[in-house]
């Protein structure tokens, strides 16, 4: 095991131009799926932000009394797919437009009858909080007798859900087709790594080493020039990420497990790009 | 110890380079192979160190039959053999020391025996005192001192010795010849590939002739039919 480490460390001293290549190509390879992945974090992000914002609203008819809208609020709020149901009553209603609406306010003030309607909004668990569920729920709402109008973004709610399966989509072809090209270009510098040594290799063999032992120093070697770039991708993207909070967008970076999760990555590709090169050429001499 | 018998080996570009051929080497022989270039001497070698795969008929080595080895089995039955090149073989990048300590290490051997067993087989060889410098430091004949130091290392019983001379002056071709015959008076066989005729007249050696892949001549079976035959 010793001589395992201290032939995978040699390699690094002996061919420190190729170690340093492969190290960075393996970096930007990653640092490439991992600003794929900031994307698709920032996105999610995003979407449930907006998914956030998803409610329904019931216009009660004028002149409900407040017995049965109590109870059927807390009818609503039994529902399965729902979150939270509060009761807007018309001078709440009145009192908020007044708030929101600042640039309204003096002919809100002279109002001499309140226009708003009382109403009901209901708030659907994260989720429920697609086109099929609101639609679901809103017909349930329109059959108690005092609901006048139930109102909810019926084309944005749609929208919201394609928008979620193109992102997953994208993400997913995306990624994968970056995560080959790594593989590809790890496979090869690798290999380019192997070829170089291809003499040593003769000669171990000759003197009776066996497949695993010549194996050895270059899976171990391979895992750390992985785990090497994987570290150089997080900081390539903590660097990116940095300028696009400064100067773009208010984002949010890869939470520690992701972090971990691609140096690992960056190291399980670094071992089997090794295994496969190495494995190819002891097969073939 | 080396058994061939009726062998043939075909490579697949090429034709025949070995056309049934049967000898048996015993424990602690010195054998010659020569011929022309392109006779088979270094595909006869091959096939005992298992570098080419048998095309047909039986070869042993040691106790393990080449003909049908398992490829786990290949570096056992190395490990058995010292084999030595015209070229050396030595890693570039290692001292004299490193490069027959590599021998040893690859073999999983002790940590704590190495240095001992490397300085043995270093002085042996005579170059104990070169033992740091690197092979561009070395001469020719240097340098095949330390690849049969290499070979030596794992105490082999046979020693493959593919013109060992070939790349060396007279002077040198003779000092590495006087070694191998020391090692073989202590035991270990040698089997030496070799144009060098000087050489083999020199030595009361046996000698094992091939001609386009066919053995035409082997002293220990010709000169005992010779005598049989000269009154
Ligand atoms: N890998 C190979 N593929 C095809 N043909 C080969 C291969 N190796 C050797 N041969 C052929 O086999 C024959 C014997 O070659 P070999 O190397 O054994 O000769 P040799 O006696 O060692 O010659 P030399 O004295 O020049 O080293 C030659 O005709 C050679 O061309
Ligand atoms: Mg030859």
Redesign the pocket.
Known sequence: MNLTIREALLAFRRAPLLSALSVTTIAFSLFVVGLFGLVAVNLQDALRGVAERVEIVAYLLPGTPIEPITLATKDIEAFPEVQSATYVSEDSALARARAELVEFRDVLQELERNPLPASIEVKLRPRFRDADHVNDVAERLRGFGFVDDVRFGRDWVEKLDRLRQVAAAVGLVVGAAFAVVAIIIIGTTIRMAVLQRSREIAIMRLVGATNGFIRRPFLLQGAIKGMLGGLVAIGLSYGAYTLINRWLIQASFFSNEQAVAIVGFGTLIGLFGSAASVGRHLRRV | MIKFTNVFKA????GL?LKDVSFHIAKGEFVFLT??????????LKLVYADEPVTSGEVRVSGFNAADLRPRDVPMLRRRLGIVFQDFRLLEDRTAEENVAFALEVTGARRSSIAARVMRVLTQVGLAAKAQAYPRELSGGEQQRVAIARALVNEPSVLLA??PTGNLDERATRGVFQLLRDINASGTAVVM?T?DLDLVRQAPYRVIE?QE?ALVYDSAVDESRDQAATP
């Open positions: 490579f697949p570009k090429g380079a011929g022309h270039s392109g006779a088979g001497k270094s595909t006869v593919d013109e590939a144009h091939l892949g």
